[in-house]
């Protein structure tokens, strides 16, 4: 157990839907990451958040946004879904500091029909 | 620009075998961090191990050894007397230092080992 929790596990929704996926880090962790998994394009960076701070953004599309709250849990918010977003989607904490491990969460698989 | 190589797509071996994981990186940077992850049958991703650029001492931990060569820019992993519970995607993965503290990954080598 890495202590990086994520809700659901599973979502099925349909296109053009919106949904949010929940984060919390390890405790002691500033730094939240989330990351997308899927068969074609493998493991993908998306966005990054310290202490409630954007910090550095990947290949996330503009119809998805995240956000870090005061408890330093994480959301990411994806909109307007596409059959093309199905995959699994990871959260991982780490303490922000350059070049250090990151621990994931289990993920969320994200189903869209 | 960074970029993490994984060679080999699949792997299978018989309980007992050794075997290698093959990664090669390119970076710019001359600070920079290397690391593995284990993803199960069960799909989350634990932590193996991290390297970073200044350390090129390999390290063994049971069964598990890292071999981090800068001169050809590879972090090989290898598996001695391999088992079932091993079979699982390795993922080797850099960060930079220039570039902040997101991972990138390579593609992945399923290994898949049986009895």
Known sequence: ????TQTPKHLITATGQRV???CSPRSG???VYWYQQSLDQGLQFLIQYYNGEERAKGNILERFSAQQFPDLHS???LSSLELGDSALYFCASSDGGVGHEQYFGPGTRLTVT | AQKVTQAQTEISVVEK????LDCVYETRDTTYYLFWYKQPPSGELVFLIRRNSFDEQNEISGRYSWNFQKSTSSFNFTITASQVVDSAVYFCALSENQAGTALIFGKGTTLSVSS
């Open chain 1, 20 to 22: 949010t996926l929940r």
């Open chain 2, 17 to 20: 075998e050794d075997v290698t």
């Open chain 1, 75 to 77: 959301e990411l918010n």
């Open chain 1, 1 to 4: 157990d890495s202590g990086v």
């Open chain 1, 29 to 31: 962790d500033l730094s």
